[in-house]
Nanobody, 121 residues
Framework: QLQLVESGGGLVQPGGSLRLSCAAS????????MGWYRQAPGNERDLVAI???????NYADSVKGRFTISRDNAKNTVYLQMNSLKPEDTAVYIC???????????????WGQGTQVTVSS
């Protein structure tokens, strides 16, 4: 069973920065994505950013130009650098890992516990 451990959340003022990290206990899939979702109270869980093992990225429109996702494959770790933070970025940020199983053409899906990001003055 793959485990995801998140860190880096906290309280920051508007305009500030945080870097989130998510480390996977192992990497068993040559084709995979790691990414971040977020969920604020009363809202759905929404995609923030994802990155494939090959480095392809996708971002939510609301964070483009402010957030950067990256990964270190040697450490099985994904990072989310969050700059120019806004109060509306406040949410629980949840790490996600999806691994492709080629033998049956399916994706395994794993979730972290989440880390709180609060943007407030």
């Amino acid at each position: 069973q793959l485990q995801l451990v998140e860190s880096g959340g906290g309280l920051v003022q508007p305009g500030g920065s945080l870097r989130l990290s998510c480390a996977a206990s192992r990497s068993s899939f040559s084709i995979n994505t790691m990414g971040w979702y977020r969920q604020a109270p009363g809202n759905e869980r929404d995609l923030v950013a994802i990155i494939s093992n090959g480095g392809n990225t996708n971002y939510a429109d609301s964070v483009k130009g402010r957030f950067t996702i990256s990964r270190d494959n040697a450490k099985n770790t994904v990072y989310l650098q969050m700059n120019s933070l806004k109060p509306e970025d406040t949410a629980v940020y949840i790490c996600n890992y999806r691994g492709y199983r080629g033998y049956d053409n399916t994706w395994d899906n794993y979730w972290g516990q989440g880390t709180q990001v609060t943007v407030s003055s």
